[in-house]
């Protein structure tokens, strides 16, 4: 079955500083999404890749899947406290996501200090 | 405002109480499904519906039952709870199966 790994586990930047989170699949990616999450609330969408190579940006966070299409990264430049959270990637399962059934990796939990 | 709605966000309950966790979409999504999050888990789908009265089982769907009678509404239901259902439960919708899915703002559960 399909997994995602997610590096680091935990992340703690001054503000200001870039930083960079990695998905790693350990199958071909159909669909991509990143979604950040604040402690004990909902998913917030970020943004979605599907095709090798695509890179998106929104704000401050940009996000890369590779040409292979089994890692993408999330790079947040200049972060800020708003940044601080947990970053979740998920993929569409290995039915390319027919059932819809999104495969999550277990998180990074970023913090940011003022 | 599109969105994704749960009710209750929060709830304690005792072993073998039924009970049921609302979710709601007003955002004409043909597509729904239930996600739980735990510690060193992630998050797992339950359920999930393509369309009215379609439903199909996920990952994890022992012990949950889902009604899709309504396009908006996708309740779930825990016939008799155990401590094991212990979790942070997540509704979310979108168009199509394959499109990008909104989730709901949670719905904290603890089973005693």
């Keep these: 079955s399909q997994e995602l790994e997610q590096s680091p586990q935990s992340l703690i930047v001054q503000e200001g500083k870039n930083l ?10 159909y669909g ?5 999450q604040k402690y004990g609330e909902g998913l917030i969408f ?8 695509e890179e998106k940006s929104h704000e401050k966070i940009t996000a890369k899947l590779d040409e292979k299409k089994q890692q993408s990264s999330l790079h947040i430049t200049a972060s800020q406290p708003s940044h601080a959270g947990i970053y979740l990637c998920g993929a569409d399962d290995e039915y390319g996501g027919s059932q819809g059934n999104l495969i999550f990796g277990k998180g990074t939990k970023l913090s940011v200090k003022p | 405002e599109a969105q994704v709605t749960q009710n209750p966000r ?7 109480k ?23 888990l992630g998050l797992r789908q339950i359920y999930y519906s393509m369309n009215v009265e379609v ?21 779930l239901i825990l016939e008799s709870p155990s401590p094991n259902q212990t979790s942070l439960y997540f ?6 199966s394959q499109e990008t899915q909104y989730f709901g703002p949670g719905t904290r559960l603890l089973v005693l």
Excluded at chain 2, 10 to 16: A, D, E, R
């Design chain 1, 46 to 53: 970020l943004m979605m890749l599907q095709k090798g190579g």
């Design chain 2, 10 to 16: 929060y709830l304690i309950t005792v072993t073998g």
């Design chain 2, 18 to 40: 039924k009970l049921t966790v609302t979710c709601s979409q007003n955002m004409n999504h043909e597509y729904m499904s239930w996600y739980r999050q735990d510690p060193g």
């Design chain 2, 55 to 75: 439903t199909d089982k996920g990952d994890v769907p022992e012990g949950y039952k889902v009604s899709r009678k309504e396009k908006r509404n996708f309740p």
């Design chain 2, 91 to 96: 509704c979310a919708s979108s168009l199509l």
């Design chain 1, 20 to 29: 960079t989170i990695n998905c790693t699949s350990s199958k071909t990616l």
């Design chain 1, 32 to 36: 991509l999404y990143w979604y950040k």
